[in-house]
């Protein structure tokens, strides 16, 4: 018989090495009102050739557009969300001291003392919509700016049981959203991946690569990207 006692030790678990990654989820009211603008721009193909963002962007997908929010309550209501995720990921970071800044960018120097970002310090500088179809998808890419963010606004039918029989498959990412990271070593992996949701939310570091692998159901998938800047207010 084994009369040795469990013994206790204290740990901390330290993990410097890896981007950060916010997953949160917008409100039906933010969802609601980018739809909008975007059935109205990409339902009429005036509208989708004025406001194609197609040639600054990557995807092999249906449309790419940008979003003019004519309303201003609407426009300031879309922006305090943006804005608001930004600091908190911007405030996470600063508590895992985590974010740096240079010449009023994150670049490398730690933050320290009393910074506290606002609605101020954030300049949502693009905004756009993707229209994805069945087949497409976006190659592996990087964003400008310092936070980037997508958003999914719009999933076909289908999708559930497709990701169902995605399970069964030896890699199951299609329809997924995959970000990647340095090198597959022992104990730690090289990629992350999320499936869309209506509503769901991912910040990450503009310089993080990340890939849109295709789907193989009828039907619209809609996201919305942006890019922002943190401006270090002095």
Known sequence: MNNMKEEQWEATIHEPFSPVLLETKVPKKFVDIVNKVGDEVLNDETKSAKWDWSNNLVGKVHKEVQIPIVNKDDGDYCK?????????????????????????????????????????????????????????????????????????????KGMINFYKKEEQDHYPVGGTIQFMFGEKQSLRSDTLTFRPEVGKMIIFPSWLKHSVYPFDVDGERRSMSFNAYYVNKK
Request: net charge positive; proline share 5%; with cysteine.
């Open 80 to 156: 305090h969300i943006m804005k608001t995720m930004c600091i908190t990921y911007l405030r996470n970071m600063i508590e895992k001291k985590k974010a740096f800044i240079e010449n009023d960018i994150i670049l490398h120097h730690p933050i320290r003392g009393n910074l506290n970002p606002t609605n101020e310090n954030i300049n949502i500088s693009q905004s756009w919509i993707v229209s994805q179809y069945k087949g497409e998808y976006n190659p592996w890419h990087q964003h400008s700016g310092h936070l980037s963010a997508v958003i999914y606004l719009k999933l076909p």
